[in-house]
């Protein structure tokens, strides 16, 4: 183990944010660590839309549902995924793109965005600030495409705040690895029996943090996953000029 790994398995979502102001530097440190991230073929088919206007962010909240950190917090990234930019590239060699056609474009795209993602949540938190993932965004996702700007062939992915802690979250319990790991094949087996045994893991650490709402895992993942999460995003990525039956 190494501090590295230990910055990244002591993770937590904070949602308690001071609004005092983050550095210019730092604030590029974590730009630019995020903008070094791997992406396929180097198609660098990321971009990130910083904002810091308040009432730019209200606005945010109020489109991702309400989410009051998003205010609270100084700073607030928007991962983009990104194939205006290499259209533009292409175009300039008298070419045509094509891949934004495909599902595999999302698909490609989506996983450079994570990526991104992963290298600003460590980078800010390797400079004391806390974070936590908004993929709330994708709620009203033509409202935030119009309140950023953003031109054809991109689509707002998931947003990130970061700002300095008030009152620090605790860190939920995870599944234990064998839900999380398997040797050569997938194994199913025993996955009964670790779901079983995590619902009351995840169930007592809603008790003891208050939270009287909290359920367990089964029930509370079915309060997301037995509708359509946001059913805007379809519509909104066919208008932006992606394509998803090829």
């Known amino acids: 183990m190494n501090d590295i790994t230990q910055l990244l398995k002591s993770h937590r979502s904070d949602r308690s944010y001071l609004s005092t102001p983050i550095a210019d530097d730092v604030l590029d440190d974590i730009v630019e660590s995020a903008w070094r991230a791997p992406t396929s073929v180097n198609s660098q088919q990321v971009s990130l839309i910083v904002v810091r206007d308040e009432a730019k962010r209200r606005k945010i909240a109020e489109l991702a549902g309400g989410q009051k950190w998003i205010t609270d917090a100084p700073v607030f990234l928007t991962f ?144 997301y996953y037995q509708h359509i999460y946001f059913p805007k995003v379809q519509g909104a990525v066919l208008n932006q000029g992606f394509g998803v039956d090829k």
């Open 80 to 223: 983009v995924l990104d194939m205006h930019k290499t259209r533009e590239g292409i175009e300039a060699e008298g070419k045509q793109q094509i891949a934004q056609q495909s599902v595999e474009s999302l698909i490609s795209g989506s996983t450079d965005v994570g990526i991104a993602l992963g290298a600003a949540m460590t980078a800010a938190r390797s400079h004391g600030l806390g974070v936590v993932p908004i993929g709330g965004i994708r709620a009203n996702p033509e409202a935030m495409i119009e309140l950023l700007e953003l031109p054809e062939m991109t689509f707002p992915l998931v947003g990130l705040v970061v700002g300095y802690i008030d009152q620090p979250a605790q860190q939920k319990p995870r599944m234990s690895l064998a839900g999380f790991r398997h040797e050569e094949k997938y194994d199913a087996t025993s996955l009964p029996d670790v779901i079983k045994a995590y619902n009351q893991v995840l169930t007592a650490h809603w008790q003891q943090t208050g939270r009287n709402d909290g359920d367990n895992w089964g029930n509370n993942t079915a309060s």
